[in-house]
């Protein structure tokens, strides 16, 4: 007769069991590592908020400077509250780009325990250099690339002429400004992590320096189309983001032959060795 715990069905409960205490234990980690990342997004918030005003004042550099040039004194709009609110989105915005070292080293605490010590090497400089490059397309967009697009706006002011008697004059909300500046930051802070992307994926194999040397071109136009749609609707932006985004993928694409190459030479040494 056959005993009840030799079963398939008693055996699968014991495979649940086995596997109950570390799905517990992972779940425990992940909670540990949200709250951490959490709070770090909380403490970011209260000093970029503590901080808003000042903060915002060096946001709006670039259009005093463009509008001054003009002979006009620079004003922003706002309505009630809206200044307030922009300075809210403002400090969350601040405080998750301040928090965001924190995070990224949370992910990859909680990550670690399931990599080779080689695997472990391989990111950690990639995840230190996250935050780098970020701050990196901050800086173009805010020394570079705001002059521009702030001078393009203060360009299609027009006098009013004989005719029409209309006179075309920029008003500047600050939700408006903020929104752009942010906006503009943002997409580019993010589209500057493309190295780091493409290079993993191909550490973990799933993209060849040929592979994407091959489809460069159907790269370019996906490019253009994704900078169109994270950019204001004028064409300077537009072409920055994407002229920066195809200057990242080439940058992409050397760092994914160099890895390549050195994941080669590792697996000869390796072979050598067990020769």
């Given at each position: 007769m056959t005993k009840?715990?030799?079963?398939?069905?008693?055996?699968?409960?014991?495979?649940?069991?086995?596997?109950?205490?570390?799905?517990?234990?992972h779940l425990t980690e992940l909670r540990t590592r949200l709250i951490y990342s959490v709070a770090a997004i909380i403490v970011g918030f209260a000093i970029c908020f503590a901080f808003s005003v000042p903060l915002y004042e060096f946001l709006v550099i670039p259009f005093k400077n463009a509008v001054a040039?003009?002979?006009v004194e620079p004003t922003l709009y706002f309505a009630p509250l809206?200044?307030?609110?922009t300075r809210v989105k403002l400090a969350a915005l601040g405080g998750i780009a301040l928090a965001f070292p924190m995070v990224a080293y949370q992910l990859?605490?909680?990550?670690?325990?399931?990599?080779?010590?080689?695997?472990?090497?391989?990111?950690?400089p990639f995840i230190m250099a996250m935050p780098f490059l970020f701050a990196l397309g901050a800086a173009l967009?805010?020394?570079?690339?705001m002059p521009f697009?702030?001078?393009?706006?203060?360009?299609?002011?027009?006098d009013a002429v004989e005719g029409s008697g209309v006179s075309i004059e920029l008003l500047t909300r600050v939700g408006d400004y903020l929104a752009l500046v942010t906006t503009l930051i943002m997409a580019f802070g993010f589209a500057f992590q493309l190295p780091v992307f493409l290079t993993l994926l191909a550490r973990a194999g799933l993209v060849t320096a040929d592979m994407?040397?091959?489809?460069?071109?159907?790269?370019?136009?996906g490019i253009?189309?994704?900078a169109a749609f994270l950019t204001p609707p004028d064409p300077v932006s537009q072409l920055v983001l994407g002229g920066a985004i195809i200057a990242l993928y080439e940058v992409s694409v050397l760092s994914v032959r160099l890895a390549e190459r050195k994941a080669r030479k590792g697996l000869e040494e390796a072979e050598e060795a067990s020769a």
């Open positions: 009840l715990d030799d079963t398939p069905e008693a055996d699968n409960e014991d495979d649940l069991q086995a596997s109950a205490a570390p799905l517990l234990d040039a003009t002979g809206e200044f307030f609110f990859y605490q909680f990550v670690a325990p399931g990599l080779y010590k080689r695997e472990r090497n391989a990111a950690l967009v805010y020394f570079v690339l697009v702030m001078q393009f706006a203060v360009g299609m002011e027009r994407l040397t091959q489809n460069r071109k159907f790269a370019i136009v253009f189309i994704v």
